[in-house]
């Protein structure tokens, strides 16, 4: 099984003020996946805490990462900042899908600011960090993880 790690960026959900409720999504679509899933880590917002909480997984051998909140417009949210610092190569297409499928649901999805990419042999994908646009995300990351993982271990395209 694959190793998989959610992020969830938010300055309430790491003080302890607000409960995480788009975490436990994401882990539960990559659980239902067949990926191997620990309950989601809740970092603060941040560039630096979140490039911090990247390098960690990464350095214990996860190969799918995805970050739930801080994709937004107000000053804290520096998520796709922390996120550029260990992507060494930027996938848009998976951000733009993301970002276009949730215009179905609000035009607000034109204002995340998210990143997709790979680094080593692992994925990255930042999602927004309300539960629903969680749960509208992840069959979209899910639908593509597999085989960006099997390119990365040098696989033959499908």
Same mark, same amino acid.
């Given at each position: 099984?694959?190793?998989?790690? @959610?992020?969830? *960026?938010?300055?309430?959900?790491?003080?302890? #003020?607000?409960? !995480?409720?788009?975490? =436990? /999504?994401?882990?539960?679509?990559?659980? !239902?996946?067949?990926?191997?899933? !620990?309950?989601?880590?809740? /970092? =603060?917002?941040?560039?630096?805490? /979140?490039?911090?909480?990247?390098?960690?997984?990464?350095?214990?051998?996860?190969?799918?990462?995805?970050?739930?909140?801080?994709?937004?417009?107000?000053?804290?949210?520096?998520? =796709?900042?922390?996120?550029?610092?260990?992507?060494?190569?930027?996938? &848009?297409?998976?951000?733009?899908?993301?970002?276009?499928?949730?215009?179905?649901?609000?035009?607000?999805?034109?204002?995340?600011?998210?990143?997709?990419?790979? #680094?080593?042999?692992?994925?990255?994908?930042?999602? &927004?960090?309300? &539960?629903?646009? *969680?749960?509208?995300?992840? =069959?979209? @990351?899910?639908?593509?993880?597999?085989?960006?993982?099997?390119?990365?271990?040098?696989? !033959?395209?499908?």
């Amino acid at each position: 099984m694959i190793a998989a790690a @959610v992020v969830t *960026v938010s300055d309430r959900s790491a003080a302890g #003020v607000r409960d !995480d409720t788009a975490g =436990p /999504v994401a882990v539960t679509a990559l659980r !239902d996946a067949g990926f191997t899933c !620990d309950d989601a880590r809740i /970092v =603060p917002d941040g560039a630096d805490a /979140v490039e911090q909480a990247l390098r960690e997984l990464l350095g214990t051998g996860i190969r799918l990462i995805v970050t739930s909140g801080g994709t937004g417009i107000s000053p804290r949210d520096q998520t =796709p900042e922390g996120a550029a610092r260990v992507i060494e190569r930027e996938l &848009p297409g998976i951000a733009e899908e993301l970002r276009r499928a949730g215009l179905a649901a609000t035009p607000m999805s034109m204002l995340t600011r998210g990143l997709a990419g790979t #680094v080593g042999d692992a994925l990255i994908v930042n999602l &927004p960090g309300s &539960p629903k646009a *969680v749960a509208e995300g992840m =069959p979209i @990351v899910l639908s593509v993880a597999g085989h960006v993982l099997g390119q990365l271990n040098g696989e !033959d395209h499908r």
